[in-house]
């Protein structure tokens, strides 16, 4: 069954090319998730208040990877712990979250969730939220890593090589 779920864990362009790689996942976009502004640019997430996370849109085949792998896999690459940033990125936009789009996968993700807490001592700073709103990124940085292979990105090859563990 081909399932969405969104995924915001710093710059985009990592995140977006770590889940490109993944088995099983169909499709990814890089855009903009729950902010409190219609079809925003890029500049105005990144210097006005918009209040968007730079977020992937993830297209699954769910008889191939499940929500819940997905969810391991994304906390491989993320610091959960950490405050509107990853790496060197900073800023509410640089955010983490899990954004979903059928209420049943609510009970999964807070259960994956959950259990993360279990075994930390440590808050978790991921936000598990309905999709409010989404808009979809400028064309320069969809698949931004592919084209620019030099680019900066908070994820290692390291991290990459996660993707199909």
């Known amino acids: 069954m081909v399932k969405e ?4 864990g710093g710059c985009f362009w990592g995140v977006e090319k770590f889940f490109g790689l993944v088995d099983g996942v169909i ?20 210097r006005e208040n918009t209040g968007h ?3 992937v849109k993830v297209i ?21 712990y950490s405050i509107n940033r990853q790496g060197a990125d900073v800023g509410v936009q640089y955010r983490t ?3 979903y789009v059928e209420d049943s996968d609510y009970e999964d993700i807070k259960n994956f969730i959950d259990e993360a807490k279990s ?13 409010d709103n989404y808009y979809k990124a ?14 900066y ?3 290692s090859k390291k991290d990459f090589d996660l993707a199909n563990k």
């Open 5 to 8: 779920i969104y995924f915001a």
């Open 27 to 46: 499709s990814t976009e890089v855009g903009y998730a729950n902010g409190n502004t219609l079809n925003p640019t890029y500049e105005q997430v990144c």
């Open 53 to 55: 996370a730079e977020a």
């Open 60 to 80: 699954y085949d769910s008889s191939k990877v499940s929500l819940k792998s997905l969810l391991q896999k994304f906390f491989l690459v993320i610091n959960p």
């Open 97 to 99: 979250g899990v954004y």
């Open 119 to 131: 075994k930390s001592s440590h808050k978790i700073a991921v936000e598990v939220l309905k999709l």
């Open 138 to 151: 400028e064309e320069y940085h969809q698949k931004y890593l592919s084209k620019n292979p030099f680019g």
């Open 153 to 155: 990105c908070h994820l």
